[in-house]
């Protein structure tokens, strides 16, 4: 039976030891492209938001919420609003972050590689002021105390524009640059006569402010004159009573100019992250509020900067099919393994018309390496001259025993039969040559002479 096992129909060690370097070669190379081509997204992301009580700051949890159920940590970093969010992008010191419209242009953006990953709702210009200040233009500013917030928010930089539009310079102002909370307060006290913010309605200033006696919101008549003259804002309308149906708050319908929130990404940022943070916009800003209607936002529209690929595709087609039926991670590992799949068959074609003539080579050269010594015998043979011949051939007749007894134990397939017994036949050929050699060496010998 062990010698019946020696043919088989199939060497499956053969083609392991054949085989199994290709193989190796291909896991290699198709696992690097996995890691180097599409490598999996990281688990934390840092984000920027703004200031304390600001409407960036409270869009910054909900965004950490909705990626944590993702397994995905947002780190969120406090800043003093859209400037410095630019600048921290700019440093590489965080990979997203909420930035106002106008706050850059897009060839800036594209020397420094951000991307937009959308418009996520508009931030209205919030001008409140004490109650006995009398302003109905913004010319009226004049002389007056009016806090401006930090220069690293985007309200300076926006009001000094609207300010110009009205003959009102700089100068004409004592100007803070406190931040919204500590300029509330000495609103509230005041020691000032006006505070200047930009944020979302949903910022808990600007619903404290709009219901605090005594604090009344400028009115921006000429709002649609502004949107015209300054492309990066629009005219939007705080309606009567939104604040408050009952209490009648606010008791008329006011007109603002309102840039957009945006949120604004490192282009190295990892594409399933930003499919994920689209995603996650869409569910946060998808709804109706004081100033959009349903599905108004997320939008690829209302920023200067580059939309990212995987957002626009997200805003003309909805999210990644696989991520709509299994867990992101799930979804991430099967999109990526395209990348495997065509590293696998770029290697595969190629080598695999390489291994089967390896296979056929190293069963075949068990075979063929014995035909050298056959071939060894003959040349020995041929060089055995004189008397030493017969010995020659009696040596010769015994290798040639050793060699078939070798042979005999070789284990190859039965498909590759017929080369062994090939051998097994060619072994027998030289013997009888030997043989015949051996026979004419003896004839040809003197006979011995007899003895008188």
């Known amino acids: 039976?062990?010698?019946?096992?020696?043919?088989?129909?199939?060497?499956?060690?053969?083609?392991?030891?054949?085989?199994?370097?290709?193989?190796i070669i291909i896991a290699v190379l198709c696992a690097a492209a996995y890691l180097a081509v599409d490598p999996a997204p990281p688990r934390q992301v840092l984000l920027a938001t703004g200031q304390e009580n600001s409407a960036y700051e409270e869009f910054g949890k909900q965004y950490a919420a909705a990626l944590a159920k993702h397994d995905i940590k947002v780190t969120r970093q406090s800043s003093l609003g859209s400037q410095e969010n630019?600048?921290?992008?700019?440093?590489?010191?965080?990979?997203?972050?909420?930035?106002?419209?106008?706050?850059?242009?897009?060839?800036?953006?594209?020397?420094?590689?951000?991307v937009s990953l959308g418009s996520l709702f508009t931030e209205p210009v919030w001008l409140f002021m004490r109650e006995p200040v009398a302003v109905t233009q913004l010319s009226d500013l004049k002389g007056k105390k009016i806090n401006l917030g930090p220069e690293g928010t985007g309200v300076p930089k926006l009001l000094r524009k609207v300010l110009e539009?009205?003959?009102?310079?700089?100068?004409?102002?004592?100007?803070g640059a406190l931040e919204n909370t500590p300029a509330t307060v000495e609103l509230l006290e005041g020691r000032?006569?006006?505070?200047?913010?930009?944020?979302?309605?949903?910022?808990?200033?600007?619903?404290?402010?709009?219901?605090?006696?005594?604090?009344?919101?400028?009115?921006?008549?000429?709002?649609?004159?502004?949107?015209?003259?300054?492309?990066?804002?629009?005219?939007?309308?705080?309606?009567?009573?939104?604040?408050?149906?009952?209490r009648d708050i606010p008791s008329q319908d006011y007109h603002l100019i309102a840039p957009t929130a945006t949120l604004v990404a490192r282009d190295d940022l990892h594409p399933a992250l930003v499919d994920l943070f689209v995603?996650?916009?869409?569910?946060?800003?998808?709804?109706?509020?004081?100033?959009?209607?349903?599905?108004?936002?997320?939008?690829?529209?209302?920023?200067?900067?580059?939309?990212?690929?995987?957002?626009?595709?997200f805003y003309k087609?909805?999210?990644?099919?696989?991520?709509?039926?299994?867990?992101?991670?799930?979804?991430?590992?099967?999109?990526?393994m395209w990348v495997v799949v065509v590293a696998l068959a770029a290697l595969w074609i190629p080598l695999s018309k390489v291994v089967p003539p390896l296979y056929v080579w190293r069963i075949k050269s068990r075979v063929y390496r014995w035909y050298g010594q056959l071939r060894t015998v003959e040349q020995e043979l041929d060089a055995a001259t004189g008397k030493d011949r017969a010995q020659v051939c009696a040596a010769m007749l015994k290798r040639l025993d050793e060699i078939e007894a070798m042979v005999n134990r070789i284990s190859i397939p039965l498909a590759f039969a017929d080369a062994l017994y090939g051998l097994r036949s060619h072994i027998n050929f030289v013997r009888q040559r030997v043989r015949a050699a051996a026979r004419d060496e003896t004839a040809a010998a003197p006979a011995p002479a007899a003895v008188v």
């Open 1 to 23: 039976m062990s010698n019946i096992r020696k043919f088989t129909r199939f060497s499956f060690g053969d083609l392991v030891a054949t085989a199994g370097p290709t193989v």
């Open 86 to 114: 630019l600048q921290l992008l700019n440093e590489g010191k965080v990979d997203i972050a909420f930035v106002q419209s106008g706050s850059t242009e897009e060839a800036e953006a594209r020397r420094a590689g951000l």
């Open 165 to 175: 539009l009205n003959g009102v310079e700089p100068s004409d102002l004592t100007i």
């Open 192 to 246: 000032i006569d006006a505070l200047v913010f930009s944020s979302g309605p949903e910022a808990p200033l600007v619903q404290m402010l709009l219901q605090t006696p005594g604090i009344k919101l400028f009115d921006f008549s000429q709002a649609e004159a502004y949107a015209r003259r300054l492309p990066f804002v629009s005219h939007v309308v705080l309606p009567r009573g939104i604040v408050d149906v009952g």
């Open 279 to 313: 995603q996650s916009a869409s569910q946060i800003h998808g709804g109706t509020g004081w100033f959009q209607t349903q599905g108004q936002f997320p939008s690829a529209r209302f920023t200067e900067i580059p939309v990212a690929r995987e957002a626009q595709k």
């Open 317 to 336: 087609d909805g999210a990644p099919l696989l991520q709509r039926y299994m867990s992101f991670w799930m979804a991430n590992l099967l999109d990526r």
